[in-house]
Nanobody, 121 residues
């Protein structure tokens, strides 16, 4: 499956952004979907994941209550709504697809190219 992330940009602290990940190539609904991020000089970090049906979600501790992941299987799209953004949310955000159940580890089978989110203070 091919993944294309978009929606990144520059936003002030306290603002919002919505990231989108479009999937193609295989049956989208077979895959759990996740978002990860990597800030300069830091390891990749789990952000959020959603199950194949969309009925189950998981979030990293640093984004709980601020970010919301959702998916639209009819449109082969997964979204990440990011509210109350902080400077420490600055990173390249990657979407990823995984067979056999969602995960908070980076054991995903397919990865998108990443989209840069910059939050200014």
């Amino acid at each position: 499956v091919q993944l294309q992330a978009s929606g990144g940009g520059l936003v002030q602290a306290g603002g919002s952004l919505r990231l989108s990940c479009a999937a193609s190539g295989h049956t989208f609904s077979r895959y759990a979907m996740g978002w990860f991020r990597q800030a300069p000089g830091k390891e990749r970090e789990f952000v959020a994941a959603v199950s194949q049906s969309g009925g189950t979600t998981h979030y990293g501790d640093s984004v709980k209550g601020r970010f919301t992941i959702s998916r639209d299987n009819a449109k082969n799209t997964v979204l990440l709504q990011m509210n109350s953004l902080k400077p420490e949310d600055t990173a390249v955000y990657y979407c990823a697809a995984k067979l056999f159940g969602l995960s908070m580890n980076d054991d995903y089978h397919y990865w998108g190219q990443g989209t840069l989110v910059t939050v200014s203070s």
